[in-house]
């Protein structure tokens, strides 16, 4: 689902989906991000094809670089942070670009 971006001022969420609190987002400057929000939902009696993590939570395979084009990190984070990130997207043998924010 792409994410949704609302003027908070002025849009409200609508009711009635339980699903829009998940993929609306109250900041329309960060519109450009083109952010994309997963949600698995398991009605009551289907089974689903991931494995259980306990009951918290489930495995499910994604290929990030399929996902991700390219990492942002906020301006007002640390030089350490950056290169925290940097080293995750390694670490996960992502082939994207890591850059600061063009926003303040």
């Known amino acids: 689902m792409d994410a949704n971006y609302l003027d908070g001022e002025h849009e409200q969420v609508e009711y009635g989906n339980g699903f829009?609190?998940?993929?609306?987002?109250?900041?329309?400057?960060?519109?450009?991000?083109?952010e994309v929000r997963a949600i698995i939902w398991k009605p009551n009696g289907y089974p689903l094809p991931f494995e259980m993590v306990e009951d918290t939570g489930l495995v499910v395979p994604i290929d990030l670089n399929k996902l991700i084009h390219?990492?942002?990190?906020?301006?007002?984070?640390?030089?350490?942070?950056?290169?925290?990130?940097?080293?995750?997207?390694?670490?996960?043998?992502?082939?994207?670009?890591?850059?600061?924010?063009?926003?303040?």
């Open 20 to 34: 829009n609190y998940a993929v609306v987002k109250d900041r329309p400057k960060y519109g450009f991000e083109q």
């Open 70 to 104: 390219e990492v942002i990190v906020r301006r007002d984070a640390t030089p350490e942070f950056y290169a925290d990130v940097e080293k995750l997207v390694q670490v996960h043998r992502m082939r994207v670009p890591v850059r600061w924010s063009a926003i303040s």
